[in-house]
T-cell receptor
Framework: GAGVSQSPRYKVAKRGQDVALRCDPI?????LFWYQQALGQGPEFLTY????????KSGLPSDRFFAERPEGSVSTLKIQRTQQEDSAVYLC????????????FGPGTRLTVT | DAKTTQPNSMESNEEEPVHLPCNHS???????IHWYRQLPSQGPEYVIH???SNVNNRMASLAIAEDRKSSTLILHRATLRDAAVYYC????????????FGPGTRLSVLP
């Protein structure tokens, strides 16, 4: 079956532009996660949804970052007024709702802010 | 989530077994040990996880020390495709949904 997909795969933005990154989770997966991965480092948690409810947004680095999942399926991570330090790979993962279940990751969106 | 310690990098020859160590001396009784790996230009992928007993699946084996303060991921026969960053992560079964990744171990496989 289809895995987690993300689009675009690559995005170049000029500093100050707004960007929107999309995640299509595996059908039926209730939980959805966003992670940020800087070059040479492990992924860092940004935010977590259970269905349409955003239950944890403790990892969002600033109020310029906003995520939504209005119908409990597709999710969008929006970054307003991008800065150079926002350059990273943004990973989306989904899983069933039971605690301890494995997470399935998408290929990520590489964002470069110039 | 409790912290894990892994070597920064390891090398292996193709078709030989690989033992990737992970120390987690502060592990709690409800922490599961998860292993994920990340191939170049891809998102992390699940490898294996366990609680107390050793685990085997088609990808690898997980050997957990009796005191649970360390574990070893075993790839029985490394292939070039196994070259990746391997992450050892603890996650409490009772709370916390997201994974806390460290820098992992970068495994190189030599032909």
């Amino acid at each position: 079956g289809a895995g987690v997909s993300q689009s675009p795969r690559y995005k170049v933005a000029k500093r100050g532009q707004d960007v929107a990154l999309r995640c299509d989770p595996i059908s039926g997966h209730v939980s959805l996660f966003w992670y940020q991965q800087a070059l040479g480092q492990g992924p860092e948690f940004l935010t977590y949804f259970q269905n349409e409810a955003q239950l944890d947004k403790s990892g969002l680095p600033s109020d310029r970052f906003f995520a939504e999942r209005p119908e409990g399926s597709v999710s969008t991570l929006k970054i307003q007024r991008t800065q150079q330090e926002d350059s990273a790979v943004y990973l989306c993962a989904s899983s069933f709702v039971r605690r301890g279940d494995e997470q399935y990751f998408g290929p990520g969106t590489r964002l470069t802010v110039t | 989530d409790a912290k894990t310690t892994q070597p920064n990098s390891m090398e292996s020859n193709e078709e030989e077994p690989v033992h990737l160590p992970c120390n987690h001396s502060t592990i709690s009784g409800t922490d599961y040990i998860h292993w994920y790996r990340q191939l170049p230009s891809q998102g992390p992928e699940y490898v294996i996880h366990g609680l107390t007993s050793n685990v085997n699946n088609r990808m690898a084996s997980l050997a957990i020390a009796e005191d649970r303060k360390s574990s070893t991921l075993i790839l029985h026969r490394a292939t070039l495709r196994d070259a990746a960053v391997y992450y050892c992560i603890l996650r409490d079964v009772d709370y916390g949904q997201n994974f806390v990744f460290g820098p992992g171990t970068r495994l190189s496989v030599l032909p």
